[in-house]
T-cell receptor, first 112, second 113 residues
């Protein structure tokens, strides 16, 4: 699975959009981009994933560049409850042999 | 649905003791896995299972055993606890090869003295 690079920490004002970047320059054509988050002391929570098209769900939007070498997770109106560590993971869909490989993630702090 | 449940929530062991961390899911998921998370680090895969009777090693399997006798349960056994196994352990499940959303349990915080 391709490796990812994320900034270690970011701040965001409550009510503003939080844009979390992820670089995955070695991504392969059959690898998806996944985002999970981990709120303090809890188990990770799935947010969204995509292959090459932009994706949106009730939690967030995922923007993947045309060359697929980077992506951005967007939380449109961040709240204090969005304070968490956000993990960007790149892997082949349905690959049970390597369930999820977590890196360091980005620690997002949403401030009032 | 209760989702993924783990017991106990906290455990303190002495070096050399053995114990089993329990994990259960009520979503009829095929895939289950165990991760450990050390302070300030990401999660690392210990063992995983793609169905009852089938298990395989992950990134850090040494010192741990697993079995999968039923679809619902996936216990993790520490054979002889060591201080290096002090960590938070998370169990996860997912619905199958084409379903990629993983559901995580609340974790077990283990301290080995």
């Amino acid at each position: 699975d391709a490796k990812t690079t994320q900034p270690p920490s970011m701040d965001c004002a409550e009510g503003r959009a939080a844009n979390l970047p992820c670089n995955h320059s070695t991504i392969s054509g059959n690898e998806y981009v996944y985002w999970y988050r981990q709120i303090h002391s809890q188990g990770p929570q799935y947010i969204i994933h995509g292959l090459k098209n932009n994706e949106t769900n009730e939690m967030a939007s995922l923007i993947i560049t045309e060359d697929r070498k980077s992506s951005t997770l967007i939380l449109p109106h961040a709240t204090l409850r969005d304070t968490a560590v956000y993990y960007c993971i790149v892997r082949v869909a349905g690959n049970a042999g390597n369930m999820l490989t977590f890196g360091g993630g980005t620690r997002l702090m949403v401030k009032p | 649905n209760a989702g993924v449940t783990q017991t106990p929530k906290f455990q303190v062991l002495k070096t050399g003791q053995s114990m089993t961390l329990q994990c259960a899911q009520d979503m009829n998921h095929e895939y289950m896995s165990w991760y450990r998370q050390d302070p300030g680090m990401g999660l690392r895969l210990i063992h995983y299972s793609v169905g009852a009777g089938i298990t395989d090693q992950g990134e850090v399997p040494n010192g741990y055993n697993v079995s999968r006798s039923t679809t619902e349960d996936f216990p993790l056994r520490l054979l002889s606890a060591a201080p290096s196994q002090t960590s938070v352990y998370f169990c996860a499940s997912k619905g199958g090869r084409e379903r990629d959303e993983q559901f995580f349990g609340p974790g077990t915080r283990l301290t080995v003295l």
